[in-house]
């Protein structure tokens, strides 16, 4: 088993003081099986001995809340006010779970991070290369981003076949402009994985991509 690698020297963002855990984030567009494989890679961490926290954006605190709120009403707000209330459930997020853990060494994966806002707030407009520095200024940078690839007719196949209440995020020329955002990002800490494969095939590829990019030991 070789040493793991180091964790990301650089992007502590304003929150954390010392940085010895690991940040996963995953991202894609809706649809694209993310929940399903935090689960997944949450588990096979923590059978390998990691202390995880698995968790999301938008989070289940008072941001987070009115935020899924709106979108249940099938309402966005302005451009402007809809990247606030993603900013502000982030500071929370981050203030409250993600830096202690960090501190404290654990392994932290999160369902969507900063580059949902860089892609889904860029695609209502918003500079999205100011948005990603931004979000790498004042957010702890992640270890690695797994971004979840698949065309916006699937994923909102997908989201459609579940039934979820999900309108507003749902309009398809919006989703075509989140993925030109998506695919354009170009961070050395984005790792893309097709997410057209089926549920056990993507666990595999993940598994096998957070091996070979972060070295955490107890993969096979
Ligand atoms: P999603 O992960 O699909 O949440 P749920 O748990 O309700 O399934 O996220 C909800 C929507 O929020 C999704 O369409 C993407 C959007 N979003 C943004 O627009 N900006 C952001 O910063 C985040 C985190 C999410």
Known sequence: MREPAPPCPRGHGTYVKSRSGRLLAFEGLDG???????????????????????????????WGRRIRART?????AEPAEELRWFLEDRREHVAREIAPALEAGRVVLTD??????????????????????????????????????????????????????????EDRENLERVAEIFRAIAADYVARIPGSGSTDAVEV???ACVDQRLGLPGFP
């Open 205 to 207: 590829a993940i598994a």
């Open 112 to 169: 969507r991070y900063t580059l949902s806002t860089v892609a889904y707030q860029g695609a209502r407009g918003i500079d999205w290369r100011t948005l990603l520095a931004e979000a790498e200024a004042e957010f702890p940078v992640p270890d690695l981003v797994v971004l979840l690839e698949l065309e916006p007719a699937t994923g909102m196949q997908r989201v459609r076949a579940r039934g979820g209440p999900r309108e507003a995020f």
């Open 72 to 76: 249940l009403e099938g309402e966005r």
């Open 32 to 62: 694209c099986g993310k929940t399903t494989q935090v689960e997944r890679l949450a588990a096979r961490l923590s059978a390998a001995g990691h202390d995880v926290l698995a968790t999301r954006e938008p989070t289940d605190g008072e």
